[in-house]
């Protein structure tokens, strides 16, 4: 029969704190198989009073007496990696700023941004393979929302933004003559 060891005093003084702190179903139930093995409980019966496997139930036992309650803890997994975390919001509206026609390596004539596109300027220009997903989750991270894509007009020419000004300003007054 496997049961655990006797508990230290700090360690038999401490269980019920944080069986009563515990706010995750899964720290509970570990730590309850602690409390349940030192009142001299089988490992069946714990298994048949948590719904856990047997082999679980071992698995905590074995966990406590190698290394105490903190051993009994689950280890929480830091998840995947952050391909694109050091691209802030700043840099995102600067390229999402310009067509992509404007680079070379994307050989498009397309106007408007796709996560494609976006995936395979971050290939050509940043070495970075990531999946259109990815690129969507970080935008959404770092706080960068589109809404509807709007048609942008451009030119080569470098006094275009002046010549636009005025034709707007032209355009202003049309509406306002009688």
Do not use: C
Request: proline share 6%; glycine share 6%; charged share 30%.
């Amino acid at each position: 029969m496997l049961f655990v060891r006797t508990l230290t005093p700090e360690e038999d003084k401490e269980l019920p704190q944080r069986l009563k702190a515990a706010t995750k179903t899964k720290v509970y139930i570990r730590l309850k198989t602690v409390e349940l093995s030192s009142q001299g409980k089988s490992v069946q019966e714990i298994a048949a009073l948590l719904g856990r496997h047997p082999n679980s139930i071992r698995s905590y036992i074995h966990r406590f007496n190698d290394g105490g309650l903190d051993a009994v803890m689950p280890r929480w997994g830091g998840g995947a990696t952050q391909k694109l975390q050091d691209l802030d919001k700043e840099y995102w509206e600067d390229l999402l700023s310009r067509p992509p026609s404007q680079f070379e390596k994307l050989s498009t004539q397309s106007r408007r941004w796709t996560y494609p596109l976006l995936q395979q300027y971050l290939w050509a220009y940043e070495g970075r393979k990531v999946h259109p997903n990815t690129i969507w989750f970080h935008l959404r991270r770092v706080g960068y929302t589109s809404g509807r894509s709007k048609l942008s007009v451009t030119s080569p020419d470098p006094e275009y933004r002046s010549k636009r000004a005025r034709v707007e300003a032209l355009e202003k007054k049309a509406w306002r003559a009688p």
